[in-house]
């Protein structure tokens, strides 16, 4: 059984345009939503994350939205560039200190 | 600097071997983690510890052990038991309980199983 679902599994964006990747749960006492970013051969790292309590939260070009009725958040990454090229994984929680569920993965590629 | 090392970043091994991965942090983390990653399937959570001398299992334990007799080291021993260990394995920590809960993860060891 898949707690956290993510889509699409990969994404081509062109230098400048938005991103956007999608993620739905079943869980609703998860109540933390990170998104994490990974190069190749290297450990995934926090990009942003949002707790439920809020609809929206923006660092810089990236922006997670939160639909709480709809189990649903996603990731949107304006002003999309190469070097933004990488996987990201979308994950959720019952709480600080308590195991993060991960979703499969969706591999973006920015062309120039 | 503060992290996670992992090591090693490669090893090989023949069918029927055990195996242990290093993972130390210098965070003064009370949770630690590891997490397997296979191609399409994202990451999979093998075996969580959230204070020393105690840890439990996550979705997929089976064929792996590991231990907590320090806050600062948690290696995972990949036994003969697990049918397919070919994998990157990925090792994190939080502050735990009363934290942000954001993880922190090595760079990882891949593991090929000849």
């Known amino acids: 059984q898949q707690q956290v679902k993510q889509s699409p599994q990969s994404l081509i964006v062109q230098k400048g345009g938005i991103s956007i990747i999608n993620c739905a749960y079943e869980?609703?006492?998860?109540?933390?939503f990170p998104w994490y970013q990974q190069f190749p051969g290297k450990g995934p790292a926090l990009l942003i994350a949002?707790?439920?309590?809020?609809s929206e939260k923006k660092e810089g070009r990236f922006t997670i939205s939160f639909n709480k009725s709809a189990k649903q958040f996603s990731l949107h990454i304006m002003d999309s560039q190469p070097g933004d090229s990488a996987t990201y994984f979308c994950?959720?929680?019952?709480?600080?200190?308590?195991?993060?569920?991960f979703g499969k993965g969706t591999t973006l590629s920015v062309s120039s | 600097d503060g992290g996670i090392t992992q090591s090693p970043k490669y090893l090989f091994r023949k069918e029927g071997q055990n195996v242990t991965l290093s993972c130390e942090q210098n965070?003064?983390?009370?949770?630690m983690y590891w997490y397997r990653q296979d191609p399409g399937q994202g990451l999979r959570l093998i075996y969580y510890?959230?204070?020393?001398?105690?840890?439990q299992k996550g979705d997929i334990a089976e064929g792996y052990s590991v231990s907590r007799e320090k806050k600062e080291s948690f290696p995972l021993t990949v036994t003969s038991a697990q049918k397919n260990p070919t994998a990157f394995y990925l090792c994190?920590?939080?502050?735990?309980?009363?934290?942000?809960?954001?993880?922190?993860f090595g760079e990882g060891s891949r593991l090929t199983v000849l």
């Open positions: 994190a920590s939080s502050s735990g309980r009363g934290g942000l809960g954001e993880l922190f």
């Open positions: 869980n609703t006492a998860f109540d933390y």
């Open positions: 949002i707790r439920p309590d809020v």
């Open positions: 994950a959720a929680s019952k709480g600080a200190g308590t195991a993060l569920i």
């Open positions: 965070l003064n983390h009370d949770a």
């Open positions: 510890s959230q204070i020393v001398n105690d840890f």
